[in-house]
């Protein structure tokens, strides 16, 4: 079973090495990865991201592609690292600036979320924002994270280690 969005003209599917070239169009407008700790030397930094994911592998990377009924990429969610004790993973996302503050990013965070409880049998789920990405806390927030601790200086962002804020979600 696929993770449902509720919101008419999007839905999630697997990610898709034909999905690359617009997923680093957008990620490479003014701002999209200012509050990450994304380095996008270029396209092909992409492929291994996409070539590992395999949502239907239990134990595998899963990224799904939030896609209009055009099937056009606007953004992307899933979990690029998976651990088994306990089960879970780390959630990412991601969202063309076209299409930021409509409340998409929290839909599809949560939908993937309630996924990987039932279809994974994930115990909990970390995703992480950088302190001054307080779009991202709400992402989050609204999708059923909390805070859990600051970690100091976990990612470097632009050249500098940066603090980042650990969210969590537990099954339940």
């Not at 680093?24 to 992409?46: I, K, R």
């Not at 239990?58 to 099937?71: E, M, N, T």
């Amino acid at each position: 079973m696929m993770p449902q969005l509720h919101r008419v003209g999007l839905h999630l599917r697997p990610i898709a090495m034909s999905d690359a070239p617009a997923w680093f169009e957008y990620l490479s407008m003014p701002g999209a990865v200012e509050h990450t700790s994304w380095t996008l030397d270029g396209l092909q930094v992409l492929y291994p991201q996409i070539a590992a994911s395999n949502p239907f592998n239990r134990d595998a990377a899963a990224l799904f592609a939030i896609v209009d009924d055009l099937d056009e990429l606007i953004g992307t969610v899933g979990f690029h690292t998976v651990w088994t004790a306990p089960r879970g993973g780390e959630m990412a996302y991601n969202l063309h600036p076209a299409h930021w503050g409509l409340g998409i990013a929290s839909e599809a965070c949560d939908a993937v979320a309630q996924w990987a409880f039932a279809e994974r049998d994930y115990a909990r789920i970390d995703a992480y924002a950088l302190d001054s990405n307080t779009a991202s806390m709400r992402v989050l927030e609204k999708s059923g994270f909390r805070p859990v601790e600051l970690m100091r200086a976990l990612r470097v962002v632009d050249g500098r280690p940066r603090d980042f804020w650990r969210y969590r979600r537990e099954r339940g």
